[in-house]
């Protein structure tokens, strides 16, 4: 059984001019130890999907669908107290800015003494000798004083280092990664994914990656849930779905990268933008960008299905399959 | 790009420091050293790309280059003449042929304008001659040219999504028919599928208009694709400078190298990069000697001591690098 197993699950947000439905029907499992990523734009819903899990959704929305079993329990149907002994403590969070996530008023060290002892019965000196430990895994330099210095003292690249080394303190067998390194510059980016990748390894803790950046995921991620409008589109290993994407979207995606395009020339480029949750047309949400658009498409809601190794929810998959067999991502 | 051209806009020796940081009760004066010496020749008709990371000045630089800020020391010239010095009226002429895309499209539209009026606004300033059906004729095709539909004039900024504003901020840019357009990070704020969107309209708008672009960003796969020659940013000063391709299928300097490898590729598995050592220096404080010598691999006695000229190399790149210099990179 997967570690965590995310079934048909649904979130809404009811306001004054009906309900949103933010996440539609969204499935996926995770592994001890395995990574996957969740990609897609602004708004397709991905920190969403990963957030519900842990119940962190803001007010006024709420799962009203589906089941999500982590060892063997439905979090769903947890009371707070029961979540607050997971969340934070077997599962544990890594948001975007690491300034924001970081209390500035209190030092490094105790915030990571307060994260401890929330979770576990432990004294003052025995909290301080794991964090400094985990100060010094994730290679900040003289932990010993670090443990002392306030979040304003450190580097944009060291702070994300002390959120991770927060993250890992109650040895946790999931982190939820919400565009941990979106914030930083390249050079820094490279040193924190291949920093994250180190742990989780040697760790064996399983990884959700949330990213917008086809890039990140490729060289992080076992396999990849693409999200658009609230639904998983395509999901599979990593390699098939970047080599050889099936959903149009996602192949549009990828053939819009400048990596992917012949130097000077106009990009390959998906017309349109994604539709904003209270105007999602009839059928598939994509139908109004898709070059493969088809009379069923305007109708009919695409079921997420299997074809070959990896899953497709497009009623032309073996169309789009068919073109990427020949010629890659050129189209 | 056919042979080359003569120069649009020239930076000598450009240095702009701000006063700041420090503490206020201290009365300490410490100077941020944004940008510490540039010179470039940016040429009639290229797209030239700055890169770097947060912090190495190329906002700045760009900033200083269509005259928001005044440079410390050094000077601009545009077709020869020289700009930085001079009185806000005799600068109006410029201001005209060089226009400036920022990098928020939610920031740099007025929310209370329409569509309209802030596409109309630079046109009636610049050509205030024209009549109402000339603008009104212009502000078409000008939105036309950017992918946008002309009837959304009456509109407000927050009725558009990311990429739409982006391309009116663009058609404000192009309406006073500029011939050198600044842009700083325009897609950066953008999702993947829109920024090739914005490419496209800025590479068909240079096509159509031959527009000189500086064009400044941290994402080297967009220098890549859309740059005809770069120059590499690293604290305040240029580490490298080069035509595209020659930068990137052959970079010299130890931290275009890295910079190079550190991009997230497609085809990679694994974040193997070579690790830079310690953290980018701050601008308040610059290392002695040449900035980069505190993280590079290369570094030696002469590194830390004396700041490295950007020389020019028989390949055509320009190169900032003892180690490059003495044979030994």
């Not at chain 1, 001019?17 to 996957?36: C, M, N, P």
């Not at chain 1, 010993?144 to 946790?172: C, K, N, W």
């Not at chain 1, 970047?242 to 979207?249: E, M, Q």
């Given at each position: 059984?997967?570690?965590l197993d995310v079934s048909n699950l649904n979130v809404e947000f009811p306001t004054r001019h009906g309900t949103l439905h933010a996440l539609r029907d969204v499935s996926f499992t995770?592994?001890?130890?395995?990574?996957?990523g969740i990609v897609g734009e602004s708004g397709a819903g991905k920190s969403l999907a990963a957030f519900a899990i842990i119940n962190l959704l803001s007010k006024p929305g709420r799962i009203s669908g589906g089941t999500i079993t982590f060892?063997?329990?439905d979090l769903t149907a947890m009371d707070t107290?029961?979540l607050?002994?997971?969340r934070?403590?077997?599962i544990?969070m890594?948001f975007q800015?690491?300034?924001m996530?970081?209390?500035?008023?209190?030092?490094?060290?105790?915030?990571?003494?307060?994260?401890?002892?929330?979770?576990?019965?432990?004294?003052?000196?025995?909290?301080?000798?794991?964090?400094?430990?985990?100060?010094?895994?994730?290679?900040?330099?003289?932990?010993?004083?670090?443990?002392?210095?306030?979040?304003?003292?450190?580097?944009?690249?060291?702070?994300?280092?002390?959120?991770?080394?927060?993250?890992?303190?109650?040895?946790?067998?999931?982190?939820i990664?919400d565009e941990?390194?979106t914030?930083?510059?390249?050079?820094?980016?490279?040193?924190?994914?291949?920093?994250?990748?180190?742990?989780?390894?040697?760790?064996?803790?399983?990884?959700i990656?949330i990213t917008h950046?086809?890039?990140?995921?490729?060289?992080?991620?076992?396999?990849v849930n693409v999200m658009y409008a609230g639904r998983v589109i395509e999901t599979?290993?990593?390699?098939?779905?970047?080599?050889?994407?099936?959903h149009p979207y996602t192949?549009g995606l990828?053939?819009?990268?400048?990596?992917?395009?012949?130097?000077?020339?106009?990009?390959?480029?998906i017309p349109g933008s994604m539709p904003s949750l209270d105007g999602i047309p009839p059928g598939c949400a994509f139908n109004p960008r898709c070059p493969h658009v088809g009379e069923r498409c305007r109708r009919e809601i695409p079921a997420l299905r299997?074809?070959?190794?990896?899953q497709v929810a497009c009623h032309s998959a073996?169309?789009?399959?068919?073109?990427?067999?020949?010629?890659?991502?050129?189209? | 790009?056919?042979?080359?051209?003569?120069?649009?806009?020239?930076?000598?020796?450009?240095?702009?420091?701000?006063?700041?940081?420090?503490?206020?009760?201290?009365?300490?004066?410490?100077?941020?050293?944004?940008?510490?010496?540039?010179?470039?020749?940016?040429?009639?008709?290229?797209?030239?790309?700055?890169?770097?990371?947060?912090?190495?000045?190329?906002?700045?630089?760009?900033?200083?280059?269509?005259?928001?800020?005044?440079?410390?020391?050094?000077?601009?010239?545009?077709?020869?003449?020289?700009?930085?010095?001079?009185?806000?009226?005799?600068?109006?002429?410029?201001?005209?042929?060089?226009?400036?895309?920022?990098?928020n499209p939610y920031a740099?539209l007025n929310p209370r304008m329409t569509v309209?009026?802030?596409?109309?606004?630079?046109?009636?300033?610049?050509?205030?001659?024209?009549?109402?059906?000339?603008?009104?004729?212009?502000?078409?095709?000008?939105?036309?040219?950017?992918g946008n539909d002309?009837h959304w004039g009456s509109r407000y900024p927050h009725e558009f999504s990311g990429g739409q504003r982006q391309r009116i901020?663009?058609?404000?840019?192009?309406?006073?028919?500029?011939?050198?357009?600044?842009?700083?990070?325009?897609?950066?704020a953008l999702d993947v599928s829109i920024q090739?969107q914005?490419?496209?309209?800025?590479?068909?708008?240079?096509?159509?208009?031959?527009?000189?672009?500086?064009?400044?960003?941290?994402?080297?796969?967009?220098?890549?694709?859309?740059?005809?020659?770069?120059?590499?940013?690293?604290?305040?000063?240029?580490?490298?400078?080069?035509?595209?391709?020659?930068?990137?299928?052959?970079?010299?300097?130890?931290?275009?190298?890295?910079?190079?490898?550190?991009?997230?590729?497609?085809?990679?598995?694994?974040?193997?990069?070579?690790?830079?050592?310690?953290?980018?220096?701050?601008?308040?404080?610059?290392?002695?000697?040449?900035?980069?010598?505190?993280?590079?691999?290369?570094?030696?006695?002469?590194?830390?001591?004396?700041?490295?000229?950007?020389?020019?190399?028989?390949?055509?790149?320009?190169?900032?690098?003892?180690?490059?210099?003495?044979?030994?990179?």
């Amino acid at each position: 059984m997967a570690l965590l197993d995310v079934s048909n699950l649904n979130v809404e947000f009811p306001t004054r001019h009906g309900t949103l439905h933010a996440l539609r029907d969204v499935s996926f499992t995770l592994d001890k130890g395995e990574r996957l990523g969740i990609v897609g734009e602004s708004g397709a819903g991905k920190s969403l999907a990963a957030f519900a899990i842990i119940n962190l959704l803001s007010k006024p929305g709420r799962i009203s669908g589906g089941t999500i079993t982590f060892e063997g329990q439905d979090l769903t149907a947890m009371d707070t107290d029961a979540l607050r002994s997971i969340r934070g403590n077997r599962i544990s969070m890594i948001f975007q800015d690491p300034m924001m996530t970081l209390n500035p008023v209190l030092t490094i060290g105790t915030q990571m003494v307060e994260t401890l002892q929330a979770h576990r019965r432990i004294s003052h000196a025995e909290a301080k000798r794991i964090a400094i430990a985990k100060l010094r895994e994730v290679t900040i330099p003289s932990p010993e004083e670090r443990f002392d210095s306030y979040p304003h003292e450190l580097s944009g690249g060291m702070r994300q280092r002390v959120v991770i080394a927060i993250a890992l303190l109650t040895d946790p067998s999931i982190i939820i990664a919400d565009e941990p390194t979106t914030a930083l510059d390249v050079t820094i980016q490279a040193e924190i994914m291949a920093l994250m990748l180190d742990l989780c390894e040697t760790h064996d803790v399983g990884l959700i990656l949330i990213t917008h950046d086809l890039g990140v995921v490729s060289e992080v991620t076992q396999r990849v849930n693409v999200m658009y409008a609230g639904r998983v589109i395509e999901t599979g290993s990593t390699r098939d779905i970047i080599d050889a994407p099936k959903h149009p979207y996602t192949r549009g995606l990828i053939a819009a990268l400048p990596q992917q395009n012949e130097a000077a020339q106009r990009l390959n480029q998906i017309p349109g933008s994604m539709p904003s949750l209270d105007g999602i047309p009839p059928g598939c949400a994509f139908n109004p960008r898709c070059p493969h658009v088809g009379e069923r498409c305007r109708r009919e809601i695409p079921a997420l299905r299997a074809l070959g190794e990896q899953q497709v929810a497009c009623h032309s998959a073996e169309e789009v399959a068919a073109l990427a067999g020949n010629g890659g991502s050129a189209s | 790009m056919t042979g080359p051209r003569e120069t649009l806009v020239g930076i000598t020796d450009v240095v702009k420091h701000f006063a700041g940081g420090g503490n206020v009760l201290k009365r300490e004066k410490r100077k941020v050293h944004a940008v510490n010496g540039v010179t470039l020749a940016i040429r009639q008709g290229e797209s030239f790309c700055l890169v770097g990371e947060s912090g190495c000045g190329k906002s700045t630089l760009a900033r200083t280059v269509i005259g928001l800020n005044a440079p410390t020391a050094g000077t601009i010239t545009y077709r020869g003449q020289r700009i930085d010095d001079l009185t806000p009226k005799a600068m109006a002429p410029y201001r005209r042929r060089m226009q400036m895309v920022f990098q928020n499209p939610y920031a740099s539209l007025n929310p209370r304008m329409t569509v309209q009026t802030i596409l109309e606004e630079p046109i009636r300033f610049h050509f205030p001659r024209l009549s109402r059906a000339e603008v009104k004729a212009k502000v078409e095709e000008v939105m036309l040219s950017v992918g946008n539909d002309p009837h959304w004039g009456s509109r407000y900024p927050h009725e558009f999504s990311g990429g739409q504003r982006q391309r009116i901020s663009i058609a404000r840019a192009l309406m006073v028919d500029p011939e050198f357009v600044v842009a700083d990070e325009p897609i950066s704020a953008l999702d993947v599928s829109i920024q090739a969107q914005v490419l496209n309209v800025m590479m068909d708008a240079r096509d159509q208009r031959d527009l000189t672009y500086l064009f400044i960003t941290h994402d080297l796969s967009v220098v890549e694709h859309f740059g005809s020659r770069v120059g590499v940013m690293y604290l305040g000063t240029v580490c490298e400078l080069a035509e595209t391709k020659a930068l990137f299928a052959n970079p010299r300097h130890p931290y275009t190298q890295i910079l190079l490898a550190a991009i997230p590729r497609l085809d990679a598995s694994g974040f193997r990069h070579t690790r830079l050592a310690g953290e980018v220096p701050t601008a308040m404080d610059l290392p002695s000697g040449c900035v980069f010598h505190p993280r590079c691999p290369h570094a030696n006695a002469r590194c830390k001591a004396e700041i490295p000229a950007l020389k020019d190399q028989p390949d055509g790149t320009a190169i900032a690098c003892h180690g490059i210099e003495e044979g030994r990179i």
